[in-house]
T-cell receptor, first 114, second 113 residues
Framework: DVKVTQSSRYLVKRTGEKVFLECVQDMDHENMFWYRQDPGLGLRLIYFSYDVKMKEKGDIPEGYSVSREKKERFSLILESASTNQTSMYLC?????????????FGSGTRLTVV | AQSVAQPEDQVNVAEGNPLTVKCTYSVSGNPYLFWYVQYPNRGLQFLLKYITGDNLVKGSYGFEAEFNKSQTSFHLKKPSALVSDSALYFCAVRAAGYQKVTFGIGTKLQVIP
C-alpha cells in the first residue's frame, strides 16, 4: 500500500525552538508539498518541491524553510517556533504526468508551540 | 490564479437522505477537480476526481460528483447518507499543466441518526 509517512502525530515545542517535521513517501513521486490546516482557513500551502534540492515558496512561507536532499524525503523546518505556528501540518506528494493527478496525504502532525 | 469556494461551513442531513456538498471553482484553462475527506485528527483521503470525459464522476464510499462547466461547479453527492459519512470534506482544483492544487476551506458534514 502506497504511503506518505509523517514522523510524528503530535508534537509540543517551546517558543524559540528549532523544529523539524519530517515526511517520507514510498511512491517515487516527484512532487512534495507542505500545508498547514487551521479552522476556517482550510489548507494553506507553505512550500513545495518538484525535484530533489528544489523548492518553491507557497502562499505562507514566512517563518518556515524546507529541505529535500533525497527524492523520498521532504522536511519542514520552523527556524524559531512561535505560538502562531501552532497548527496541523500536512505533507502530500504527487506524480508528474500519468493518470493520477491528485495528492496522497500523510496523517498529519499536530504541533503545539507553548 | 485559481480558487475554490465551498459556501457552506456545515451541512446537516438525516441518515438515509441524499446529501449534497457544494463547490465552485475558478481556474484558467481546463480544470482538474478533486474531493477529499478528512476524519478527525487524520490526513486527507482522496474520494474522487474529474479530469476529462463524463461529467458525472463516481468515487469511493458511494460518493459521486457532477462537473458543470457553465456553472463552474463540482458538487459532491450521495444518494443515501450514513452516520459514518460525518467528516470534513474538501474540494480542490488544479489547472491542467500546473502542479499546485488549491483547496477550499472545507465543509463539515454531519449525518444525524
Amino acid at each position: 500500500d502506497v504511503k506518505v509517512t509523517q514522523s510524528s502525530r503530535y508534537l509540543v515545542k517551546r517558543t524559540g525552538e528549532k523544529v523539524f517535521l519530517e515526511c517520507v513517501q514510498d511512491m517515487d513521486h516527484e512532487n512534495m508539498f507542505w500545508y498547514r490546516q487551521d479552522p476556517g482557513l482550510g489548507l494553506r500551502l507553505i512550500y513545495f518541491s518538484y525535484d530533489v534540492k528544489m523548492k518553491e515558496k507557497g502562499d505562507i512561507p514566512e517563518g518556515y524553510s524546507v529541505s529535500r536532499e533525497k527524492k523520498e524525503r521532504f522536511s519542514l523546518i520552523l527556524e524559531s517556533a512561535s505560538t502562531n505556528q501552532t497548527s496541523m501540518y500536512l505533507c502530500a506528494s504527487s506524480v508528474t504526468g500519468g493518470t493520477n493527478y491528485g495528492y496522497t496525504f500523510g496523517s498529519g502532525t499536530r504541533l503545539t508551540v507553548v | 490564479a485559481q480558487s475554490v469556494a465551498q459556501p457552506e461551513d456545515q451541512v446537516n442531513v438525516a441518515e438515509g437522505n441524499p446529501l449534497t456538498v457544494k463547490c465552485t471553482y475558478s481556474v484558467s484553462g481546463n480544470p482538474y477537480l478533486f474531493w477529499y475527506v478528512q476524519y478527525p485528527n487524520r490526513g486527507l483521503q482522496f474520494l474522487l476526481k474529474y479530469i476529462t470525459g463524463d461529467n458525472l464522476v463516481k468515487g469511493s464510499y458511494g460518493f459521486e460528483a457532477e462537473f458543470n462547466k457553465s456553472q463552474t461547479s463540482f458538487h459532491l453527492k450521495k444518494p443515501s447518507a450514513l452516520v459514518s459519512d460525518s467528516a470534513l470534506y474538501f474540494c480542490a482544483v488544479r489547472a491542467a499543466g500546473y502542479q499546485k492544487v488549491t483547496f477550499g476551506i472545507g465543509t463539515k458534514l454531519q449525518v444525524i441518526p
